[in-house]
């Protein structure tokens, strides 16, 4: 049974830090594309940061570079997310995605809610 379970969301206040793990189970993690999105109130789920398989790449959405880091431990089939310089814009559900386009597979967690607010 695949599951991707987030943890680490909280309320935090501006300019603050947080770091969201993402525990996976059920599939071969080492073999897949570790992607956290975002879904704030109101709008469509975007994509905030991807990590290969064997770390070699990364990517980020603009309003997150530089603040933002994407990181995975295949070991413990863990992702995580370090968010620093958090925004109230940064406020949303954030969700865990694994993809393996090899075979067409994409699973998701239950997500983890993060409030950036005074």
């Known amino acids: 049974q695949v599951q991707l379970v987030e943890s680490g969301g909280g309320l935090v206040q501006p300019g603050g830090s947080l770091r969201l793990s993402c525990a996976a189970s059920?599939?071969?993690?080492?073999?897949?594309?570790m992607s956290w999105y975002r879904q704030a109130p109101g709008k469509e789920r975007e994509l905030v940061a991807s990590?290969?398989?064997?770390?070699?790449?990364?990517n980020y959405a603009d309003s997150v570079k530089g603040r933002f880091t994407i990181s995975r431990h295949n070991a413990r089939s863990t992702v995580y997310l370090q968010m620093n310089s958090l925004k109230p814009e940064d406020t949303a559900v954030y969700y865990c995605?694994?993809?393996?386009?090899?075979?067409?597979?994409?699973?998701w967690g239950q997500g983890t809610q993060v409030t950036v607010s005074s």
């Open positions: 995605n694994a993809a393996r386009p090899l075979n067409k597979s994409n699973y």
């Open positions: 059920g599939f071969t993690f080492s073999n897949y594309l």
């Open positions: 990590i290969t398989a064997t770390s070699s790449s990364s």
